[in-house]
T-cell receptor, first 116, second 112 residues
């Protein structure tokens, strides 16, 4: 079955440190991959997306992600974390599931805390 | 400004009292959907609509109803809410052939 796994439920990093959030997906065809961020009390904001082409994609707020087909991964990275990055991050894959076209399947999320 | 709006943003109600959460988008999107977000479970799709008068069940439709009488609106109806429907609800929209969804700000529902 198609699925998205975010193995880290909660991560704490120090401000200024680098960050990597893991995402693994299971999908038979070429995946369309997304990272969303949800700040406290806010809706979901799209950080970046991968459809095809260059496997390293740049997003907003200084985030990037790398698609690795051989590892079925789409990890999110940021070289230097800011306190305002504290939020919950969701990885998602879009595809055709059970008759639904372009359906989004979400991971369970990773909650990021940033220490001063 | 392109946006998806939801109302109310917060709602506390009692078991069995019918309620409706409204969702509206101004981007002329054909596709709209509802999700619920629960800790440790991520976002799960409740219902979706490919266009006016076309709706279908998502992954967790039990206890919910929807309607799509106009392209811009997609209300979520809980005819007899129960405490297990306490959750954070998101409405989203997109072009039917697009993969990129736009989300509303969320509605936090508590059923006591």
């Amino acid at each position: 079955a198609q699925s998205v796994t975010q193995p880290d439920i909660h991560i704490t990093v120090s401000e200024g440190a680098s960050l990597e959030l893991r995402c693994n997906y299971s999908y038979g065809a070429t995946p369309y991959l997304f990272w969303y961020v949800q700040s406290p009390g806010q809706g979901l904001q799209l950080l970046l997306k991968y459809f095809s082409g260059d496997t390293l994609v740049q997003g907003i707020k200084g985030f990037e992600a790398e698609f690795k087909r051989s590892q079925s991964s789409f990890n999110l990275r940021k070289p230097s974390v800011h306190w305002s990055d504290a939020a919950e991050y969701f990885c998602a894959v879009a595809g055709n599931y059970g008759g639904a076209t372009n359906k989004l399947i979400f991971g369970t999320g990773t909650l990021l805390a940033v220490q001063p | 400004e392109a946006q998806v709006t939801q109302n109310p943003r917060y709602l506390i109600t009692v078991t069995g009292k019918k309620l409706t959460v409204t969702c509206s988008q101004n981007m002329n999107h054909e596709y709209m959907s509802w999700y619920r977000q629960d800790p440790g479970l991520g976002l799960r799709q409740i219902y979706y609509s490919m266009n006016v008068e076309v709706t279908d069940k998502g992954d967790v439709p039990e206890g919910y109803k929807v309607s799509r009488k106009e392209k811009r609106n997609f209300p979520l109806i809980l005819e007899s809410p129960s405490p297990n429907q306490t959750s954070l609800y998101f409405c989203a929209s997109r072009r039917v052939l697009s993969y990129e969804q736009y989300f509303g700000p969320g509605t936090r529902l508590t059923v006591t």
